[in-house]
């Protein structure tokens, strides 16, 4: 216990001074980054410093990582650099169990990082996200033109030539009813239809209904078993920029199963969707390589412990693209797109723990 509260002594002061200074280099970048069109706009002070605040929790779940593996790799370097890990060793405790109270402390990490980013980064940063585009005058229209939305497993096609978000309401509208073998049975037109909450289908205005018969095609009013079935929400038409990154897994889900039911490509959007939950596990593969790394050398401690940090995170995060890419193109399944990086590494933290001193 009192190597354990010792090890945490030297390790949670230079996380948290760390996790500090990520954070705040990563805002002040975002601050320049945007200091003209702050200066431009007018904004003010005040307004500037709330965008900086809610961006706090944002810049904190991406340092995490970084900080943590930076504290770790150079407090086992110092110990090792001050001959107080050969001590240790010595006295018959090995590496594996002295830095077990670490590993510990970095899947309870990885699970507050998930929550963390779930409940508290995404509603903040959406916040500052709306709030910027005020101050900045960035106007985010959810109107949209020269629509085609699949329905129902892509037995309804909608083509729209506009949709109006405040009216919801669609202009020049063509509808392909299909039946299960892709067949069409029927066309509908309208000049406009608007959404009607209480039937929970579209209310359609200069509507006629063009059905395939063995003998030709029909032209007739709507029929209401078809009219029944436009039952597409208008949120499928606005002008949706949805990144599953930024909203959190309970909308990811929901914009999946809308894709799922458009029969829109959803491989992206569920590679990413699963890294949501592999990627808080960075915290723990980084914590297990610096225990491997650790000892290397007994010079330079901190340029040591920087190089480490920064290799083994390109490393990973270039690793990680690599099979997010694939998994979008879909040259491998999305599920193994986002958590082949985090197995990949758990190997070769295992390799190198294995090969370490103790």
């Known amino acids: 216990m009192k190597l354990t509260g010792y090890l945490y002594r030297r390790f949670l002061p230079v996380f948290i001074g760390s996790l500090a200074f990520f954070s ?6 975002d601050l320049l980054m945007n200091l003209w069109k702050f200066i431009q706009n007018q904004a003010t002070v005040s307004a500037v410093l709330n965008l900086m605040l809610l961006y706090v929790p944002k810049t904190l779940w991406y340092a995490m990582p970084v900080a943590i593996l930076f504290s770790s790799s150079y407090v086992l370097s110092e110990l090792y650099a001050n001959n107080e890990l050969v001590v240790i060793f010595a006295s018959g405790i090995s590496l ?5 109270p670490l590993l ?7 699970f507050f990082l998930f929550f963390f980013e779930d409940n508290v980064v995404v509603p903040t940063y959406a916040r500052k996200v709306q709030r910027q585009n005020k101050i900045l005058k960035t106007d985010v229209s959810k109107n949209n033109d020269k629509l085609v939305v699949l329905s129902e ?11 109006d978000d405040t009216q919801e309401r669609l202009f020049k509208l063509f509808v392909v009813v299909r039946d299960e073998e892709k067949k069409p049975e029927c066309v509908v037109y309208a000049n406009s239809a608007i959404w009607n909450p209480d039937l929970g289908h579209w209310k359609l205005s200069g509507s006629l209904q063009y059905s395939f018969t063995e003998t030709g095609v029909k032209t007739e009013n709507v029929k209401k078993s078809v009219l029944s079935r436009l039952s597409e929400p208008p949120e499928t038409f606005r002008n949706n920029t949805l990144s599953v990154e930024e ?4 909308e990811a889900r ?6 799922q039911r458009t029969g829109l490509p959803s491989a992206e959007a569920k590679s990413v969707y699963y890294k949501k939950f592999s990627f808080p596990f960075v ?9 491997g790394l650790s000892g290397k050398t007994r010079r330079n401690v901190l340029l040591l412990s920087l190089f480490l940090c920064i290799g083994s995170a390109v490393l990973f995060y270039v690793t990680q693209m690599i099979t997010m890419l694939l998994a979008k193109f879909g040259y491998v399944p999305p599920l193994l797109g986002a958590w082949f990086p985090i197995f990949l590494f758990i190997i070769i933290s295992c390799i190198l723990l294995k090969f370490s001193r103790t």
């Open 104 to 110: 510990l402390l970095s899947i309870f990490l990885s």
């Open 153 to 163: 497993s892509g037995t309804i096609i909608y083509k729209a030539d506009f949709y």
């Open 24 to 29: 705040f280099v990563l805002i002040l970048v």
């Open 247 to 250: 909203v959190n897994t309970r």
């Open 96 to 100: 594996r169990r002295f830095t077990m």
């Open 254 to 259: 929901t914009y999946l199963e809308h894709l």
């Open 283 to 291: 915290v723990f593969i980084v914590v297990f390589l610096s225990v």
